[in-house]
C-alpha cells in the first residue's frame, strides 16, 4: 500500500475515531450533554487525534528511516572505491532506482513483456541476457551490479512497504481502540486536545526556526570551503568578476554588488512613489466603487509570473528605453540594460506596496482623523501630518518586502540587464546582480570541489547578509516611532 493510501486509511480511522469517541462521550452520561467535562466535540477530536497522530508520526518517521536503510544494504554490492566518494555513491545509487522502478514503467509502456520483467526479478536466464533484457527496455547499459542491486532494492522496498503498512494500521486502530476505551463522561478531553494543538503549533515555530537555522548552516559551511579555496579578502574587494572553471578566476564580489543595488535602487524609485500613491488614493480618496474596481486589478500584477515580465522586459521595455532615451544621447545602444530591469522590477514590486500600505492606512484609528479635523487640519494636511507617521511602521515593512523581492529577483534581470558583470554608473549599460550569477555558477554538470562553484554559497551569504541589514533597519524605524503613538 502506498503512503498516500495509507494517510486516506488515516484520516478514514480519524474519522471514524471522531464519531465513535463523541458517541461513547454522550452514551456514558445517558445523552445529556450537561454532565460531560467537555463538550462533545472535544471527545470526537480526542479519538481522532489518537487514532491518526501517532500512527502519523510512525509513518514518517518509517518514511525517512526507510531509504536510509535500503541504501546501506546497497552498499555492499559494489566496491569500497566506487562508493567512498559521495557525488559517486549518489550516481550509483539514482542507477539502481532508476532500474528498479523502470522495471514497472517498461512493462506499462510495452518495452518489457511480463515474462521478460518476471527474468530480470528472478535469477532464471543468463546474466548476459538479463542486463541485454534491461539495457533495451530503459535505453542505457546497465551492469552487473546495479542490476542485482537494483533486485535487491526491490525486495527491501517492497519488504519495507508490507511492515510499513502492518505498523502503521496497528498503531492506527491501537490509538482508536484505546480512545473509545478510555473515553467517558469525566475525561478531561478537552484539556487533552488543547495540549496537542499546543504542541502542533510549537512544532510549527520550531520547524520554522530550525529551517532558517539549516540554511544559514548550509551556507555558511560552503563559504567556509569556499574561503580555503579562494582568499576571502579578494572575493569581498575584489574589483573584478571572471570566473573560468579552469584556474585563475578572479571572483570580486563588488561588481555584482553593485549591480544588485543598482537594479534595486532604479526599482524602489519606480515602486515606492507610485505604490504608495496608490495606497494612500485608494484609501483616503477613492469611492467604494472606484476602489473596488482599481484595487484587484492592480493586485493581478502580483499575479503574473516573473518570467512574462522578462519577456515584457526584454521585448517592449528594453527597445522602447534604447530608441527613445539611449540611442538618442549617446548613452547607449542594447536593450539589457539597468534601467529596463530596474523599471519592470518596479512595475512587479507596486502590487506589494500598495496592497499593504492600503491595509495599514486603513487600520489607522479613525479616531485620529477625527481629532485632526477638529482641530482645523484639511484632508492633505491630516494624511501628511497624522495618518502617514501613524502608518510609518507598516509601511517601512511593506517597502522591505518590495526591496527584498528586488533584490532577489533572477529573471526578470536576466532577461532585462544582460550578464555583465561591471562597475558603471550609466543606467542604459547591461549589468548583473548577485542572483543571476548564482544561478549561473550552479547551472550544469557541477561539483562542489572548486572555488567557482563554492562561491555560489559565498554571494548567498552576502545575500542573507544584506537581508538581515534591512531586517534590523526596519526594527529599528518600527520601534522608534511606535514609542510615540503607543
Known amino acids: 500500500m502506498s503512503v498516500f493510501l495509507l494517510i486516506v486509511v488515516l484520516l478514514v480511522l480519524g474519522i471514524a475515531g471522531y464519531v465513535l469517541g463523541r458517541g461513547r462521550a454522550l452514551s456514558s452520561v445517558g445523552g445529556n450533554p450537561r ?16 487514532a491518526i497522530l501517532p500512527a502519523l508520526v510512525a509513518l514518517t518517521m518509517w518514511v525517512i528511516a526507510q531509504p536510509l536503510i535500503i541504501e546501506r544494504q546497497l ?4 566496491p569500497a572505491e566506487q562508493i567512498e566518494n559521495d557525488s559517486q555513491r549518489v550516481l550509483l545509487l539514482t542507477d539502481v532506482r532508476r532500474v528498479a522502478q523502470g522495471l514497472d514503467t517498461a512493462v506499462a509502456a510495452g518495452a518489457l513483456t511480463e515474462e521478460q520483467a518476471a527474468m530480470i526479478r528472478t535469477e532464471f536466464g543468463s546474466v548476459r541476457d538479463r542486463l541485454a533484457t534491461v539495457g533495451v527496455a530503459l535505453g542505457s547499459e546497465v ?26 494500521l496497528a498503531i492506527a486502530l491501537g490509538g482508536l481502540a484505546w480512545a473509545v476505551r478510555t473515553t467517558n463522561g469525566d475525561l478531561r478531553a478537552r484539556n487533552r486536545v488543547e495540549v496537542v494543538i499546543l504542541g502542533l503549533l510549537i512544532l510549527a515555530s520550531t520547524i520554522a526556526i530550525l529551517t532558517t537555522i539549516g540554511i544559514v548552516l548550509s551556507m555558511l559551511s560552503e563559504t567556509i570551503r569556499f574561503s580555503t579555496m579562494y582568499p576571502f579578502a579578494d572575493f569581498l574587494f575584489g574589483l573584478t568578476w571572471q570566473p573560468t572553471f579552469q584556474g585563475n ?30 495606497a494612500i488614493y485608494l484609501a483616503e480618496y477613492a469611492t467604494p466603487r472606484v476602489r473596488s474596481i482599481v484595487k484587484p486589478l492592480i493586485e493581478v500584477i502580483a499575479g503574473i509570473p516573473t518570467v512574462v515580465f522578462g519577456l515584457f522586459a526584454l521585448v517592449t521595455v528594453g527597445p522602447f528605453l534604447r530608441d527613445w532615451f539611449a540611442a538618442p544621447t549617446g548613452l547607449g545602444t542594447s536593450g539589457s540594460s539597468v534601467m529596463t530591469a530596474g523599471i519592470v522590477i518596479g512595475i512587479l514590486n507596486i502590487p506589494f506596496i500598495s496592497s499593504l500600505a492600503d491595509d495599514i492606512i486603513n487600520a489607522v484609528p479613525q479616531s ?75 547551472t550544469g554538470d557541477t561539483e562542489f570541489n572548486s572555488p567557482e562553484t563554492l562561491v555560489a554559497f559565498a554571494l548567498g551569504m552576502t545575500l542573507f547578509v544584506i537581508t538581515l541589514g534591512l531586517n534590523i533597519f526596519a526594527l529599528w524605524v518600527v520601534r522608534k516611532y511606535r514609542e510615540q503613538y503607543e
Not at 551492469?143 to 502492518?166: D, F, K, N, S
Open 75 to 78: 552498499a555492499d554490492f559494489f
Open 368 to 442: 485620529l482623523r477625527d481629532g485632526s479635523y477638529g482641530l482645523g487640519a484639511t484632508k492633505s494636511e491630516t494624511i501628511r501630518q497624522v495618518v502617514l507617521p501613524a502608518a510609518l511602521p507598516g509601511i517601512v515593512g511593506a517597502i522591505l518586502l518590495a526591496a527584498s523581492r528586488a533584490i532577489g529577483e533572477t529573471m526578470i534581470v536576466t532577461m532585462g540587464a544582460g550578464a555583465a558583470a561591471k562597475l558603471d554608473l550609466n543606467p542604459f549599460e547591461a549589468m548583473t546582480t548577485i542572483t543571476v550569477k548564482i544561478v549561473s555558477q550552479l
Open 143 to 168: 551492469t552487473p551490479q546495479v542490476l542485482q542491486a537494483a533486485q535487491r532494492y526491490r525486495e527491501l522496498a517492497a519488504t519495507g512497504g508490507l511492515w510499513r503498512m502492518i505498523v502503521t
Open 249 to 278: 578566476s578572479e571572483l570580486g564580489l563588488i561588481p555584482l554588488l553593485w549591480g544588485t543595488l543598482y537594479i534595486s535602487l532604479v526599482s524602489m524609485i519606480v515602486a515606492v512613489p507610485i505604490g504608495l500613491f496608490t
Open 35 to 50: 454532565k460531560l467535562h467537555s463538550l462533545p466535540g472535544y471527545y470526537g477530536w480526542h479519538g481522532a487525534i489518537l
